[in-house]
C-alpha cells in the first residue's frame, strides 16, 4: 500500500503556521548538474510563492553537452533547465567537473555557499560524492535544516559483503539529517530500514512535469497518425513501446523475446524501441535472428519530442532489473497509456495497480512479461479503461504534492528544533 494514496495525498497536514502572507522558505538544493527532470520542480516550486529556490551546481556538463555514457552518445537535453528559479554553479571548476568516484566531486565552494545563504533548508541529492559531506557539514555548522532525498530501495540487488559495509556507515549518515524526503513507498521503506524514524520521513513524490507532458501529448488523430508513421509503425495494431537506454540492466531484449512469443501466438501488435546505447545492434540482431517484423528502432528522443511519441503508442512497457525508479514511466501515464512492469521497478507499487491501470511480472521472466502484456493488447476495452486510469492516478502524483511534502519536512524540522531548544531552557 503507497504511503501517499488517491485521498492522502490532498491531505496532507498544512504546515503550521503558515498563511498567503508567510515570507516564502529560502531552500537551497545541492545537485551534481542541472538535471531535465528537476529544473522543472525547482522552477514550479518557485511559483508557488511558498518558496524562494536555489540550486547549487557542482558542474555544468549537462548544458555542454558531451558523450553520455548510457546512451552511448552526446546528449543536450532541448529543455530550458536553468529559468524560474536561481541557479548558481559552484567555482570555475563547474565547467571542467565529471561525475565520476567520491573525490571528482569535492565542491568545496558549498561550504561559503551554505553557510552565507541565509537558507531555511537545504536538499542533499545523494551521498556517494564528497560533495555532499561538505555540504551536509556546512549545513549542520550553520544550524540550517538539512534533508536528504535518494533512490535506493530494499529491493534492489547487491552481494552481502556490499550491503553490510554500506549500511552502517549510511545509518550513521541518515541520523544527521532533520529528516529524509522518500521519493515513493519502497524509498521511504528503505528509509526505516535504516533506522530513521517514521516522523522525520516524508514522501516528495518523484515526479516529472506532469503538466508539460499532459498537454504536449495531446494530438488529434490525424496527428497522431502522423507521429506513427514517421517513427516507423505501419499498421493500426496497438504499439508496444520501450523508451529508456540500451543497456543490460534495462533488459530490452526481453521485450523483443516476449513480443515475438505475442505474434506466435497471433497477436496483433507493434514494437517500438526508443532510446541508444551498448545493446542496440545487438538488439536489431535479435530481431533479425527471431525473423520479427513490426519492431522500429527511433532512436534517441530529446525531451520536447517525447511527449508525442509516448501518446503515439498504446502500452508501455519496462522490463528492468534493480531499477530505483524509473521516471520514464511517469512520463507515459502523463500520456495516457497502460503500463508493464517488472517487480523490480522502484515506483511500482506507487503507480500500478495490477488490472487496474497495467500489469506487473518477475524481472527475467519473458513468458511472464508476454502475459502481462496481451490482455492489453488484445482488449481494447480494458486498454482504454487502464489508460484512463494511469492519467487519473499520475494527476496525483505531481509537483503539487512536492510543493506540500517539502513544506511539510520543513515545518516539522522547525518545530521539532523549537521544542528541544525549549527544553534545553528548561533544563538550565
Not at 212 to 223: D, G, H, I, K, M
Not at 298 to 312: D, H, K, T
Given at each position: 500500500m503507497p504511503f501517499i494514496t488517491n485521498q492522502a495525498a490532498d491531505t496532507l497536514p498544512t504546515p503550521p503556521g503558515r498563511t498567503e502572507t508567510t515570507a516564502a522558505y529560502r531552500v537551497a538544493f545541492v545537485n551534481t548538474h542541472p538535471i531535465q527532470y528537476f529544473a522543472p520542480l525547482y522552477a514550479y516550486l518557485t511559483r508557488t510563492g511558498r518558496f524562494d529556490l536555489t540550486a547549487l551546481y557542482l558542474s555544468d556538463f549537462s548544458l555542454r553537452g558531451g558523450h553520455d555514457r548510457g546512451f552511448g552518445r552526446a546528449v543536450t537535453w532541448d529543455v530550458d533547465l536553468l529559468s524560474g528559479y536561481t541557479p548558481k554553479f559552484m567555482g570555475k571548476a563547474a565547467s571542467r567537473r565529471r561525475i565520476g568516484g567520491f573525490f571528482s566531486m569535492v565542491g568545496l565552494e558549498l561550504w561559503g555557499a551554505i553557510r552565507t545563504g541565509r537558507f531555511d533548508a537545504v536538499v542533499i541529492n545523494g551521498h556517494n560524492l564528497a560533495a555532499h559531506h561538505v555540504a551536509l557539514a556546512a549545513a549542520r555548522s550553520a544550524g540550517v535544516p538539512v534533508f536528504t532525498r535518494g533512490e535506493t530501495h530494499p529491493r534492489l540487488k547487491r552481494s552481502r559483503w556490499r550491503e553490510a559495509l554500506r549500511n552502517r556507515p549510511l545509518k550513521s549518515w541518515y541520523s544527521l539529517f532533520d529528516g529524509c524526503l522518500a521519493i515513493g513507498t519502497a524509498n521511504a521503506r528503505?528509509?526505516?530500514?535504516?533506522?530513521?524514524?517514521?516522523?522525520?520521513?516524508?514522501?516528495?513524490?518523484?515526479?516529472?512535469d506532469n503538466e508539460?507532458?499532459?498537454?504536449?501529448?495531446?494530438?488529434?488523430?490525424?496527428?497522431r497518425a502522423a507521429t506513427r508513421a514517421r517513427i516507423g509503425i505501419k499498421s493500426v495494431a496497438p504499439a508496444i513501446l520501450y523508451a529508456a537506454k540500451f543497456d543490460r540492466r534495462k533488459r530490452p531484449d526481453d521485450l523483443v523475446r516476449a513480443y515475438a512469443l505475442l505474434r506466435k501466438e497471433g497477436v496483433a501488435a507493434e514494437l517500438v524501441m526508443v532510446g541508444s546505447g551498448a545493446l542496440e545492434s545487438d538488439l536489431k540482431a535479435l530481431v533479425a535472428e527471431?525473423?520479427?517484423?513490426?519492431?522500429?528502432?527511433?532512436?534517441?528522443?530529446?525531451?520536447?519530442?517525447?511527449?508525442?511519441?509516448?501518446?503515439?503508442c498504446d502500452v508501455f512497457a519496462l522490463p528492468s532489473e534493480n531499477e530505483p525508479w524509473g521516471l520514464a514511466v511517469n512520463e507515459a501515464m502523463c500520456a495516457g497509456l497502460p503500463i508493464v512492469l517488472s517487480e523490480e521497478i522502484g515506483c511500482v507499487e506507487?503507480?500500478?495497480?495490477?488490472?487496474?491501470?497495467?500489469?506487473?511480472?518477475?524481472?527475467?521472466d519473458v513468458e511472464g512479461l508476454a502475459a502481462a502484456l496481451k490482455p492489453l493488447l488484445v482488449d481494447t476495452g480494458y486498454r482504454a479503461r487502464a489508460a484512463r486510469a494511469s492519467l487519473e492516478r499520475i494527476e496525483r502524483w505531481s509537483y503539487r504534492e512536492c510543493a506540500t511534502a517539502l513544506e511539510t519536512a520543513i515545518a516539522r524540522a522547525r518545530l521539532r528544533r523549537r521544542i528541544a531548544g525549549n527544553a534545553r531552557t528548561l533544563e538550565r
Open positions: 528503505y528509509y526505516y530500514l535504516m533506522g530513521v524514524p517514521t516522523d522525520r520521513v516524508v514522501v516528495m513524490p518523484y515526479a516529472v508539460r507532458y499532459v498537454a504536449s501529448a495531446r494530438q488529434t488523430a490525424e496527428q527471431l525473423d520479427l517484423d513490426g519492431v522500429t528502432f527511433p532512436g534517441f528522443v530529446n525531451q520536447a519530442e517525447l511527449p508525442r511519441l509516448y501518446s503515439a506507487d503507480l500500478v495497480t495490477p488490472g487496474v491501470n497495467g500489469a506487473t511480472f518477475d524481472a527475467g
